[in-house]
């Protein structure tokens, strides 16, 4: 048996690939090496693993999650995933890798993961190389959800938004400044806070200011990502992540204004990521 995991910021997506190749399906909450520690790796699987099946049977055990990028922080993963799987071979790699995995196989393109924060690189059918570093909530994530929710309370609070909406926006979210700012600055996961604000985007997406927030946060993105890949018209384009997919005609818009055009969207990576890897599973077999 193997298991296929991938991890963002709000949840991890597990598969578990049974012998006869049928797929059970759970999951935990999203888990980091940045964020999470060995003990919440193992509540975790303790509490969401199928109490029908024997951890110790499983052969191979795939996890891609943002922060498993850098070699200490995806040994460390492995580490903690060892814990609960002792007989597995264990792999700890990206969300890019494995966005482009699911998004392209083994084709080359650019992947493009737009959700709670933001990733783009270049997949050259095996490995990614990045023009521009991902540089979280704080000073990057364009395109993504934490970074049109900095752009809401921005907007919000400078007075850049109609009143309507505004009273609109309070009604739905303590809208309090003192709250905002502990929610922001005193909080373990802040840019899921800001990403938290994406319901109420989708919402009102036909709102004339939300709509040009939306536009704004994929124009930017562009500008200092997608831009940067010579000949990106004629590249493969995949997006993935719940961003990237729910305004996808937005980002549609700001392709056709930049001569770029979307290939694929993929919402949920896990499906085409268990595809990817039982296919690599019965060729071994």
């Not at 193997?2 to 759970?26: C, E, H, L, Q």
């Not at 109609?162 to 709250?179: F, N």
């Amino acid at each position: 048996m193997i298991v296929v995991a991938d991890s963002g910021a709000t949840k991890t997506n597990w598969r578990v690939v049974m012998d006869d190749f049928t797929v059970i399906s759970f999951e935990t909450a999203g888990l980091s090496p940045y964020f999470n520690t060995e003990l919440d790796f193992n509540n975790a699987l303790v509490q969401g693993f199928p109490k029908e099946l024997n951890p110790n049977e499983i052969a191979n055990v795939f996890f891609y999650g943002a922060g498993c990028g850098a070699q200490e922080r995806s040994s460390s993963v492995e580490g903690y995933l060892q814990n609960f799987f002792p007989a597995a071979e264990i792999s700890a790699k990206s969300d890019a890798l494995g966005a482009a995995r699911a998004l392209l196989h083994n084709d080359q393109g650019i992947i493009v993961i737009l959700g709670t924060g933001s990733n783009i690189s270049y997949y050259d059918g095996t490995k990614l190389e990045a023009k521009t570093p991902s540089l979280g909530f704080i000073l990057g994530d364009e395109g993504s959800g934490a970074h049109m929710g900095r752009l809401l309370l921005r907007d919000f609070f400078y007075g850049h938004m109609d009143s309507v909406l505004g009273k609109k926006l309070s009604s739905h979210y303590d809208m309090d400044l003192a709250h905002v700012l502990n929610m922001i600055y005193d909080n373990p996961k802040p840019s899921t806070y800001l990403a938290s604000f994406v319901p109420f985007l989708l919402d009102n997406v036909e709102n004339l200011c939300i709509a040009d927030l939306i536009t704004r946060s994929f124009e930017e993105m562009y500008q200092l990502h997608l831009k940067c890949y010579p000949q990106l018209e004629s590249l493969k384009i995949g997006v993935t992540g719940s961003v990237g997919c729910l305004f996808s005609s937005i980002l549609d818009r700001v392709g056709s204004q930049h001569g770029f055009e979307v290939y694929k969207y993929l919402r949920y990576p896990i499906g085409s990521l268990v595809d990817y890897h039982v296919s690599l599973y019965r060729k071994e077999k």
